[in-house]
């Protein structure tokens, strides 16, 4: 199984499931939006397999691009699992990263 995320229309990601849910699980405990929060669990729980960022609001899309670019990868190499593929899935990771620039976010 594969996740997408959508950041804008035509600029996405996608991920192996696994790296996919953890993308999101790192952002559900630091937003401040709940509702975007318990949204984006609900993803998680029901092993849905995409998100549009740009569909959710505006402040919260601010918040998790700036989450992502900030500490995702950093979070990545200290919390994924040690494997064969770890490194792959850091560079994975700082291909969301540089995707919210080509996104354009101002986040």
Request: aromatic residues 8%; proline residues 4%; without cysteine.
């Amino acid at each position: 199984m594969a996740g997408l995320i959508v950041l804008k229309p035509g600029i996405d990601w996608m991920a192996t499931g696994g790296l996919f849910n953890w993308a999101l699980e790192f952002l559900i405990s630091r937003l401040s939006d709940r509702q975007t929060a318990d949204h984006l669990q609900e993803i998680v729980d029901n092993e849905l397999d995409s998100v549009w960022i740009h569909d959710l609001p505006p402040e919260a899309q601010v918040e998790i691009v700036r989450h992502w670019r900030q500490r995702l990868v950093a979070a990545g190499e200290q919390e994924l699992p040690e494997s064969e593929h770890k490194a792959d899935a850091i560079r994975h990771l700082q291909e969301l990263v540089d995707a919210t620039y080509s996104a354009a976010y101002d986040g």
